[in-house]
């Protein structure tokens, strides 16, 4: 059974960090492209952050750039997102996807709320 599982969420004050994981089981993690989702009500989903399989790439949507950091740990079956310097207009559920070729797997997701 294929399953990806958003943690680490919660409400934190603006300029706050924050760490998510995303624990994966029942697929290969290591050959799949892992991106950050993020979606805040009414608005469309947007990509966060992305790595490559093997670590070697990412890429980030401007308005995160320089505070956020996507990392992974493949022995661990495990994507993480660091956030720094938060703001509220961070605030959405974030969840994570899994990608190789057309195959795609999707976590449920972990809200984060930023506000004083």
């Known amino acids: 059974q294929v399953q990806l599982v958003e943690s680490g969420g919660g409400l934190v004050q603006p300029g706050g960090s924050l760490r998510l994981s995303c624990a994966a089981s029942?697929?290969?993690?290591?050959?799949?492209?892992m991106t950050w989702y993020r979606q805040a009500p009414g608005k469309e989903r947007e990509l966060v952050a992305r790595?490559?399989?093997?670590?070697?790439?990412?890429n980030y949507a401007d308005s995160v750039k320089g505070r956020f950091t996507i990392s992974r740990d493949n022995a661990k079956n495990t994507v993480y997102l660091q956030m720094a310097s938060l703001k509220p207009e961070d605030t959405a559920v974030y969840s994570c996807?899994?990608?190789?070729?057309?195959?795609?797997?999707w976590g449920q997701g972990t809200q984060v709320t930023v506000s004083s």
């Open positions: 996807n899994a990608r190789r070729w057309d195959q795609e797997y």
């Open positions: 029942g697929f290969t993690f290591s050959t799949y492209a």
């Open positions: 790595i490559t399989a093997t670590g070697g790439s990412t």
